[in-house]
């Protein structure tokens, strides 16, 4: 139990995160995406996100800065393996499950269902 | 009322008057509804990480699948029409999870292909 | 949406969805056109052939839906565009062609489509994300007018074309503040112009400011000591109720023109309005300026209608 309320509050903040950037500053949604995911990837690289991993579990790993976090960790880990082209492949590697799976559900949900119109 | 060139004291004294009358943004609102919703999305990752772990993925295997399915959940409830309802409550509680990433493809993709006669 | 709103008793004819069985948004929004161009004429009691020309626009790229409306109606046809003050800019036009002797008979017509536009300027209909509380609703809608030179219906007897006002506003969610300084200079100069008082009018309306932007305008003849708040209205303030959480009011060329066409033009054929001020306001964006950081340069043109 005791994981599954760390994942709500530590998610949760992250999302309240988003939210007071997107009310009280010019950003709009996509800008807060793609930020997200950059603060992930410069707070992994600094060595900041794995104890809020193990902290917030899937309250850290699911929020869009975990996507940061898996493309360096990924990368790291693969320089660790395969060297320099680990720079290359690693991000790519880590992070091929949810690129396929929004890519491949993307375009069949597509097909599927008609837009909706408000 | 105005010359034809706008003096720049003129343009930030309207837009002082444009701030002091523009709405306000329910932050409270926003930010306890985007808690909430941010929350129980993760949790609800949380409870397939515990079950994809259960299967004998490690800890950080397990966030792979885990991202899987919630594309997934998310990708249908964009199809179905009911994410951007979500969206309008949570705000970033729906867009900074990994789910609202998979909103946005979804969305995307779907103005590409016409919609098909309604019958 | 607009079916459910404050002035649903007042349109021809009100839509089941967005789609009314087309096979796009955009499509929809050409039919409607057609429609209200054909039915704006039948009602005139001429026929189609009678039309001299037809100036219209909408607010897609390339006027989309215009250009696809006008193909089925095969008069000759002048492509405006003005943003959201096309109606006025139509009328206005084309009730100078008949001034002028150019023209018997003219149709001015404008269109919107809340999810045609969306997709054009902001986001795909179905991405989550919050509208901030200034934002306005595109309506999606179309109306038309018929202008002759003869005729017993209200008469167009002064207009004033507006210039390119920049306050500097840059949020492409803020365009009804964006626009007001617009509508207040046009206001102000056909005062000037024309020797009228504000008094003169019984109501005075601009197009799509919404909630914001007619305070805005309020207080800045306000600021030049001229009370304008007892005859003054906005029609992006008349379509949608409170609780249709459409925020700051209703935005688009459709916003004036089903106000216009539906309940203006009708309380002036029922005498109950007998002079009236309609104010058209565009915001001039496009997606590109915005991606480039531009402001929002706007403007307005106001028709007086008497009857």
């Given at each position: 139990m005791q994981t599954y309320l760390m994942a709500f509050v530590i998610g949760g903040l992250?999302?309240?995160?988003?939210?007071?950037?997107?009310?009280?500053?010019?950003?709009?949604?996509?800008?807060?995406?793609?930020?997200?995911?950059?603060?992930?990837?410069?707070?992994?690289?600094?060595?900041?996100?794995?104890p809020l991993i193990d902290i917030g579990g899937a309250g850290a790993t699911v929020p869009l800065p975990g996507f940061g976090h898996s493309l360096v960790s990924g990368t790291i880990e693969e320089v660790n393996k395969a060297g320099f082209w680990g720079i290359f492949t690693g991000a790519v590697k880590a992070t091929a499950a949810g690129i396929t799976a929004a890519v491949v559900f993307g375009l069949a949900i597509a097909i599927v269902f008609n837009p909706k119109g408000k | 009322m105005f010359d034809s060139k706008v003096s720049q004291t003129e343009q930030q004294q309207y837009q002082e008057k444009f701030e002091q009358l523009?709405?306000?943004?329910?932050?409270?609102?926003?930010?306890?509804?985007?808690?909430?919703?941010?929350?129980?999305?993760?949790?609800?990752?949380?409870?397939?990480?515990?079950?994809?772990?259960?299967?004998?993925f490690s800890n950080k295997e397990a966030a792979g699948p885990t991202s899987v399915v919630l594309i997934f959940l998310s990708a249908l409830f964009t199809g179905l029409g009911v994410y951007d309802e979500l969206g309008r409550l949570a705000g970033a509680g729906s867009i900074v999870p990994i789910t609202g990433f998979a909103n946005s493809i979804v969305a995307d993709n779907k103005v590409l292909f016409l919609p098909r006669h309604q019958l | 949406m607009e079916g459910e709103g404050l002035l649903a008793e007042f349109y021809d004819r009100i839509l089941k969805d967005t789609l009314d069985n087309n096979s796009s948004w955009e499509k929809c929004e050409s039919t409607m056109m057609e429609w209200a161009i054909k039915t704006a004429v039948f009602k005139e009691t001429s026929a189609i052939d009678d039309i001299d020309y037809v100036l219209a626009g909408d607010l897609l790229n390339?006027?989309?839906?215009?250009?696809?409306?006008?193909?089925?109606?095969?008069?000759?046809?002048?492509?405006?565009?003005?943003?959201?003050?096309?109606?006025?800019?139509?009328?206005?036009?084309?009730?100078?062609?008949?001034?002028?002797?150019?023209?018997?008979?003219?149709?001015?017509?404008?269109?919107?489509h809340h999810d045609a536009a969306e997709r054009q300027y902001r986001f795909p209909t179905e991405q989550g994300v919050q509208r901030?509380?200034?934002?306005?609703?595109?309506?999606?809608?179309?109306?038309?007018?018929?202008?002759?030179?003869?005729?017993?219906?209200?008469?167009?007897?002064?207009?004033?074309?507006?210039?390119?006002?920049?306050?500097?506003?840059?949020?492409?969610?803020?365009?009804?503040?964006?626009m007001a300084p617009a509508a207040a200079d046009t206001l102000w100069h056909h005062f000037d112009d024309s020797g009228r008082q504000p008094n003169y009018y019984d109501m005075i309306y601009t197009g799509d400011l919404g909630s914001v932007g007619k305070a805005l305008v309020i207080e800045l003849f306000k600021a030049k000591g001229v009370d304008l708040s007892t005859n003054y209205e906005d029609c992006g303030c008349m379509i949608f109720s409170k609780d249709q959480d459409a925020h700051a009011g209703?935005?688009?060329?459709?916003?004036?023109?089903?106000?216009?066409t539906g309940y203006i033009y009708r309380?002036?054929?029922?005498?109950?309005?007998?002079?009236?001020?309609?104010?058209?306001?565009?915001?001039?964006?496009?997606?590109?300026?915005?991606?480039?950081?531009?402001?929002?340069?706007?403007?307005?043109?106001?028709?007086?209608?008497?009857?």
């Open positions: 992250i999302c309240v995160l988003g939210q007071l950037l997107m009310d009280l500053t010019p950003l709009t949604p996509a800008h807060v995406l793609v930020l997200f995911v950059v603060l992930g990837c410069v707070f992994s690289s600094l060595g900041l996100y794995q | 523009k709405p306000k943004t329910p932050i409270l609102k926003n930010v306890i509804w985007a808690f909430i919703v941010g929350g129980l999305i993760c949790m609800l990752g949380q409870f397939f990480m515990n079950y994809f772990m259960s299967l004998g | 390339q006027l989309m839906s215009t250009h696809f409306a006008i193909r089925g109606i095969g008069r000759p046809f002048l492509g405006m565009y003005g943003a959201c003050s096309t109606l006025a800019e139509s009328m206005l036009v084309g009730s100078t062609l008949i001034d002028g002797g150019f023209a018997n008979k003219i149709v001015a017509a404008a269109s919107s901030p509380m200034v934002s306005q609703w595109t309506v999606t809608g179309s109306g038309a007018v018929v202008i002759s030179a003869i005729g017993n219906g209200p008469r167009i007897t002064a207009a004033t074309v507006g210039k390119i006002v920049d306050m500097g506003i840059k949020d492409p969610n803020a365009m009804g503040p964006a209703a935005s688009g060329c459709a916003s004036s023109a089903i106000v216009f309380l002036l054929m029922q005498q109950k309005l007998h002079k009236v001020l309609l104010v058209g306001t565009g915001s001039l964006h496009s997606t590109t300026s915005y991606q480039q950081k531009e402001s929002i340069p706007c403007i307005a043109h106001a028709v007086a209608i008497e009857m």
